[in-house]
């Protein structure tokens, strides 16, 4: 079964993205309202399931004893591309291969050298594979920077919803994380519905506690940081929220 990505992973990516050494768990907790316990098991259930594949320095080549930085533009057989883009990879002074969907110009391949001579063995090297070098240049300057989307809207924190599925009938599937100051937060399931800050209508289904899926029942806490799921019709979205983020008003 495909992972499903929520708004939590998302933020994990995006952090991750701009600077893997310097955020920890605790950072993107804060944000997101959950545990630090919770985003190292995400983080871990991204690297199972091949979503986070590792973490890299960025080298600035150049500026190590002056090397030179080569892009060369290859084009691979179709049906070879997979194949060759690996055996690339172990030609000495690659650094990086990038496989495009495309007939033509379809491996890109980062070479470092001490110099032109060393280029030109690494272009050799490729050529001796069977791709077809269509260009080549020196590399000049390249950055990285986190996908936008995945970060906190409008540089603010995010929203209490983790994720949310539009079911046919007028229901939802929620998933919301709760807030410290929330309305719910250190009440049992059924003290949250004897005094209403819970709606009757929606239904508790899962609460994610750290490493722990635990399954909710009457005296079931909840506590500042749990991603609770929850099965509700569409109307009661807005006090869901209320309830569970500390908000007045609905978070969109």
């Known amino acids: 079964m495909p992972y ?15 600077d893997a050494r310097d955020t920890s768990a605790p950072m993107i907790a804060e944000e997101m309202d959950v545990t630090a316990g ?4 995400r983080i871990n259930q991204l690297e199972e399931h091949g979503l986070i594949t590792g973490y890299h320095a960025n080298v ?13 533009i290859c084009t691979a ?22 496989q495009l969907m495309a007939g033509r110009r379809n491996l890109h391949v980062t070479g470092v050298g001490t110099d032109t001579q060393s280029l030109s063995r690494i272009a050799s090297d490729i050529s001796d594979l069977g791709l077809e ?13 986190p996908y936008e989307p995945f970060g906190p809207e409008n540089g603010s924190a995010g929203s209490s919803i983790a994720d949310f599925v539009s079911l046919t ?28 800050t819970l709606p009757s209508e929606s239904l508790v289904v899962g609460i994610e506690r750290d490493d722990e899926v635990l399954t909710p029942k009457g005296d079931t ?13 569409e109307e009661a979205s807005a006090a869901v929220l209320d309830a569970f983020s500390g908000s007045k008003e609905p978070v969109a």
Do not use: C, M
């Open 4 to 18: 499903r990505v929520d708004e939590i992973d998302k933020r994990i990516l995006y952090y991750l993205t701009a």
């Open 38 to 41: 919770t985003i190292r098991n």
């Open 60 to 72: 600035e080549y150049e500026r190590v004893e002056d090397r030179l930085v080569n892009l060369y």
């Open 77 to 98: 057989p179709v049906a070879d591309r997979g194949r060759l883009a690996k055996q690339v990879l172990t030609i000495t002074g690659v650094v990086n291969v990038r």
């Open 133 to 145: 070098i269509e260009e080549e240049s020196i590399l000049q300057w390249e950055a990285t920077q």
């Open 169 to 196: 009938g007028g229901a939802e599937v929620i998933e919301v994380s709760v807030a410290g100051h929330a309305a719910i937060a250190g009440k049992t399931l059924s003290e949250a519905d004897d005094d209403g």
């Open 221 to 233: 806490e909840i506590l500042p940081g749990d991603i609770v799921t929850l099965f509700l019709p």
